[in-house]
Each structure stands twice: as structure tokens, then as C-alpha cells.
């Protein structure tokens, strides 16, 4: 029986100014995915992490991408996968993006790659739409292809990967969840042509900041002036546990995501453990459980172990 595993990496969307449109891929945390190829057509999909998700393949995240996959391929074929998830749903650290991506690139392991890597994007928007009724590709393209990515345009799909330098980064999840959906409900549909212009900038200056590896420009450009001020009202403490880590040497950060994790960059390890304990005291002090992570960019992005 064919059958490989796969290690699907967390991932932050946004990366701060790019809503939408900026990605990075974490070492830490990720999940685990099984995946057997079936000589008979279907797919059946089991959780051994006790998430309650949806088992049929039309509405999990896992499966509809596999769907997509097979309607493609037209062979009398089908899939089972088997799910453990470290990446809590809800969390703001790509969850359903590590699912959709992992059964993806497993499932193309196991037929021969016959897909390039922007065609498993392709595939796992499915996931993506089933998870929050949009096509992002902020977390897939990263899970998938590692290290930093620019989704240029989804219709039709062009993918940049931006070099960038090293990078620690810190991420805090409080131990509430935010649906991806309700986060982009509550978001303005219009906005001024001066934010869009500021915002501009600073999507501009982080991926020039990132390619000319200037950390400085990295930090100054990692500003929101469009959702941040709306979404940052969803999660306890994060005006404190921003400025509190940029004074401690952050070089920025902000939601992860549509949250509610909270990330930061920095430029050494050491400082990173520091943001990690000032995320930790301020959520003590607020009497909110979490969980923190300290880590670096995932260069590979899902690979079979
Ligand atoms: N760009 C998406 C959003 C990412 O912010 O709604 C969700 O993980």
C-alpha cells in the first residue's frame, strides 16, 4: 500500500501591512498527516487529535482540496488520510491551511509529483474556502512552497517567493478562537486613499526590507494602518504586548493572521525568548491561558518524513 507522512508547518498570513497577500512559514508548531492512496475512488478522513472537524471530505478542509485533485485527474482512485493536529482550528497560525496543504502535497507524493507547486495552491484554496468561505492564499502558498511568499494575484495565480534574512519570531496564542470568517466580516469593505497609500509603502518597504536584508526597513514597515485598528479590538492585550515587545527590542509584529495569535520578529534568539515572557506575563496578569512559541521561518514548507 502507498502511503508517505507529512509534516505541514504552521504559518502567519499578513505578515502586519499584507493583508492577503504576504505569508511566512514557522518551524514550530505544525501538524501531521498520514495519507494512504486507495485503489478504489473516495476519500476517508480521521482525526486522532480529538478537534472536532467536519468527517465528510465536501466540508473538511483536508478533503475538499483532494476533491478538487481527483475531479482533475479522473482515475478511478481515492485517498485516506489521517489527521493529527498540533495547530489548534481558530488559532491564527494557518490551521486549515496545514491541513488542505499537507493532504495536498501527500497526495501528489504518492501519484509521482505530477503537479507543480502552484497547482497544489490551486487545489488547496478548496480547503480554504471551506474553512472561511474566501480563496486566501496567504497561508497555503507558504505552507507549501516555505520561507516568505507574495501572492501577487490569486485569479490567476502568481506566487513570489522573497528571499529574506534570519529571523526569530515569537507568537503567542491566547487560548480563545477567532473564526477567519467573523474576523473579515467585521472588516471596512472601503478605505481611504490615504491609508491605502500608507500601506503601500509599507509593503513595499518589508519586501525590500526583507530582499536587501535590512532589518531596520523590516521594522519600520511592519505597520497596519487598515486592519489592525479593527481587529486588534477581538483580542485581550495586544496594544500592551505590542508596545511592551517593541520597547524590548521587537522589530515589529502584530496580528497573526486574523488572530487571535499575536507574532513578533526580532533579529536574535535572545530577544525573542525576552517577548516571550513579556507575552506571557501580560496574559498571566490578565488571568488568560496560552501557549507561546518560539521559532524560526520554515525554509521547506510540507515535507514528507
Ligand atoms: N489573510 C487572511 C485574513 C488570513 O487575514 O483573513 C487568515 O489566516
Redesign the pocket.
Known amino acids: 500500500m502507498k502511503q508517505v507522512t507529512v509534516q505541514c508547518p504552521a504559518t502567519v ?2 505578515l502586519v501591512c499584507g ?2 497577500i504576504l505569508g511566512m512559514a514557522l518551524d514550530k508548531p505544525y501538524d501531521l498527516m498520514e495519507v494512504r492512496l486507495l485503489d478504489q475512488p473516495g476519500i476517508v478522513i480521521t482525526s486522532r487529535d480529538g478537534f472536532q472537524l467536519p468527517a465528510d471530505p465536501a466540508q473538511n478542509t483536508a478533503g475538499a482540496p483532494l476533491i478538487a485533485m481527483l475531479e482533475e485527474i479522473g482515475e478511478p482512485i481515492g485517498f485516506e488520510v489521517i489527521i493529527n493536529k498540533q495547530i489548534k482550528p481558530g488559532s ?1 497560525v ?1 490551521s486549515s491551511a496545514a491541513s488542505a496543504a499537507g493532504a495536498i502535497v501527500a497526495a501528489n507524493h504518492l501519484l509521482g509529483n505530477r503537479f507543480s507547486k502552484e497547482d497544489l495552491v490551486r487545489f488547496a484554496l478548496f480547503g480554504e474556502k471551506v474553512a ?1 468561505g474566501v480563496k ?1 492564499a ?2 497555503v502558498a507558504p505552507c507549501i512552497y516555505g520561507g516568505i511568499t507574495l501572492i501577487r494575484s490569486i485569479f490567476p495565480l502568481d506566487i513570489v517567493s522573497i528571499p529574506a534574512p534570519p529571523l526569530h519570531v515569537t507568537v503567542v496564542h491566547p487560548q480563545i478562537e477567532v473564526r ?1 470568517s467573523d ?2 466580516q467585521i472588516l471596512r469593505k472601503q478605505v481611504l486613499l490615504k491609508d491605502a497609500i500608507r500601506q503601500w509603502g509599507n509593503i513595499a518597504g518589508l519586501v525590500a526590507g526583507f530582499m536587501k536584508e535590512d532589518y531596520d526597513l523590516i521594522g519600520r514597515s511592519l505597520e497596519d494602518v487598515i ?1 489592525e485598528p479593527v481587529r486588534s479590538m477581538l483580542i485581550p492585550g495586544f496594544d500592551e504586548i505590542k508596545t511592551k515587545c517593541k520597547s524590548a527590542g521587537a522589530l515589529g509584529g502584530g496580528i497573526s ?2 488572530g487571535p495569535s499575536i507574532f513578533m520578529l526580532s533579529k536574535d534568539q535572545s530577544t525573542a525568548v525576552q517577548l516571550e515572557t513579556i507575552m506571557h506575563d501580560v496574559y498571566s496578569r490578565i488571568g488568560l491561558d496560552h501557549h507561546t512559541y518560539v521559532t524560526t521561518i520554515n525554509q521547506q514548507g510540507v515535507k514528507p518524513i
Open positions: 498570513a499578513n493583508f492577503d491564527g494557518g472561511s486566501h496567504d497561508n477567519t474576523a473579515r486592519i493572521g486574523s
